[in-house]
């Protein structure tokens, strides 16, 4: 087993490697593979990562464009479909860090199913309805922030950090989620809050969204060795949260 934290690029972070796995810290705003959402587009992770590695690479899950962290690739086709497998018998585990408008507190359970969002280029071969489905996911508040500008019909800014524990992996699921809760993620142009993303474009300077896959946990499924890859939120997610710090306080849970 080789564990590496290595820095190859502005957008090739490799987290760990061994003979059957490589696993990167994905940028936010980079595609996975080439698709039609973007006929335009010219990177790509599996292009760039092959690149760095000198070796075809085989995507295990997605990350949606604008959310960054942990994305792991197989070497093979054989290992690919068995961490695929391990992902739907929810064998693995993955957490994300967010930051949410409001304040969420505490820790809870959010079970609400979700209707099946098509692709109008990747689905639109579907005439068939798809029934809602199962969705399922664990979140903890892990610090809150009061920042005294006011931002539509708010007086102040709030903010919540949550750590985010999906149990399925359903089409946008986390961001979904937190909307249903009322706390969308800061940055979330399909489902958020647009008068609290442009705040935090042209008062705060960012431009992304705040969510970032920043630890996974499983079962290696050739050597059978626990594995366990973690990583910060990308640069200008960790920017934010230091620019927001001072403005932290403490509430009754």
Known sequence: MNVV???????VRILYQDDYLVVMDKPPGLLVHRSPID?????FAVQKLRDVVGRHVFPVHRLDRPTS???VFAFD????????????AKQIEKQYTALVRGWLKGAGFIDYALRFKADKFADAHRVKPVAPQEATTEYSATAHYRLPFSV???SEARYTLVKLRPFTGRKHQLRRHLVHLRHPIIGDTTH??????????????????????TCMTFTHPVTGEAISVSTQPHEDFLRLLADIKRFSVEINI
Not at 39 to 43: A, I, L
Not at 192 to 213: M, P, T, V, Y
């Open 5 to 11: 934290t290595e820095q190859i690029d502005d957008s």
């Open 39 to 43: 006929k335009r587009e010219t990177e």
């Open 69 to 71: 962290g942990i994305l």
């Open 77 to 88: 086709g054989q290992t690919a479909s068995k961490m695929g497998q391990a992902m739907m």
């Open 152 to 154: 539509g019909r708010y």
């Open 192 to 213: 958020g809050d647009g008068k609290q993303n442009k705040f935090a474009r042209e008062e705060l300077g960012f431009r992304h969204l705040a969510l970032s896959c």
